[in-house]
Each structure stands twice: as C-alpha cells, then as structure tokens.
C-alpha cells in the first residue's frame, strides 16, 4: 500500500511519503502521494488513487473560501452520490490544516490527532516505530520500506508552502 507521514512540530510542518503503489497488484513506482493547498493545508494519502484524486479536487476548489468543516461537510456530502463501498477500500489520508493534524478513512469524516506525528499505510508500524525510537521522518520511511513490501522510495517532503523534496531511497543521502 503505502507509508505516509505527518510532522507536525515547530521545527517541521510537512507530510512525508514513499512513491510505491501497488493497489491493482502492480508496482507503480516513483508517483507522488502528496499534495498542498497553501498556505493553510498539506495532505497525504494511500489507497485507490481515484478517491484520491476526487478528494483532492474537493479540497482545492475550496482552499481560499471554506474552512476545514465546510470541506469536509463538502466531500461527505458528494461522497454517496459518485462512490461505490468498494472504491474506498484502504482509504487514508492525513492532513496539516492550519496546524493541526488530521486523518480521514473511507467514511470521509475527519479526526483529529493529538501529538506531534502520525503515520498510515502498510509501513506505519514501522515508521511509528521508529518515530518513537528517535528516527527522523525520511529515516523511518527507509525503515519502513525494508520491512514493508508496500513500501519503497524515492521518498517525498512537501511543507504547507507547497515546497517539494524528492529523497534517494538508499541510506547514503
């Protein structure tokens, strides 16, 4: 599936995420998983891409008009009429919004996580883990990624600015 990251300190506000999709049984590598609204969201996400997508568009037709309640108001409200129960099988994804972090399921209903990181996807154990042994958010996707097969690099960075940083797989950079 995937692994996604969400930092959310005074130092690193970005969400984290590998390049891998293996959702219909092929690996795709090298696609970005992430996407910026600035400079109010950043957001991540694993499962069907096509709901990824669909959220996405919701989401930047109301970045400068709506706060997150509308949007979300918004996308569950549309959801019924253009999805069928299967289409949002796996679904995750995380959100920085105006600095607090949020994780969406296949139900489109926004939660809100406490704390300062988060992870989702097939690896996120493995990146919880290493989160909590003191690993850095690039690190614990790499750890993630030795253990998780849904999981593989390049990984990417992208900050509520909407900059983008592409990092090596390999332990060296």
Request: hydrophobic letters at 45%; a negative charge.
């Amino acid at each position: 599936m995937t692994t996604i990251i969400a930092m959310n300190t005074l130092d690193d506000q970005a969400i984290y995420a590998d390049s891998l999709i293996n959702g219909s049984g092929i690996a795709t590598p090298y696609s970005r998983k992430i996407m910026s609204l600035p400079p109010r969201c950043v957001m991540g996400s694993c499962g069907l891409a096509y709901v990824e997508c669909m959220v996405y568009a919701r989401l930047a037709s109301y970045q400068r008009t709506a706060d997150l309640h509308d949007i979300f108001v918004y996308t569950h409200m549309l959801e019924p009429l253009t999805l069928k129960p299967e289409d949002t099988k796996d679904f995750e994804m995380l959100l920085l919004f105006e600095g607090t972090t949020y994780v969406m399921f296949e139900e489109l209903v926004p939660v809100c996580i406490p704390g300062p990181w988060t992870a989702r996807g097939s690896g996120a154990h493995f990146a919880i883990g290493a989160l909590s042994a003191g690993a850095s958010p690039l690190q614990a996707l790499r750890i993630a990624a030795q253990y998780d097969i849904g999981t593989a690099g390049p990984f990417f960075r992208m900050d509520m600015t909407g900059k983008l940083d592409c990092f090596p797989a390999t332990w060296e950079a």
